[in-house]
């Protein structure tokens, strides 16, 4: 079963997007939403990967669109 709650911290910021969904199984988060951040960096137009911005966490830029986000629940 997958709960809808967020370990986020409120300055991550990505909670309010406006077309985001979060789902955990068991000890592990999935984040999925639409990426809004200015990347200072050449995109992989099809699949990017990087540490995320919390400690923990990887994020996986899909398509230069979607941002699915991968993480430890507390």
Known sequence: MAQLNSSFE???SLQCAPTSF???FGRRELFVCRDFRQRYYRVNPLLDCSTGIQAGHL???LFRKWLVILSRAR
Do not use: P
Request: aromatic letters at 12%; charged letters at 20%; a neutral charge.
């Open 59 to 61: 994020e996986v830029l």
């Open 22 to 24: 979060l789902m955990r």
């Open 10 to 12: 409120s300055g991550f």
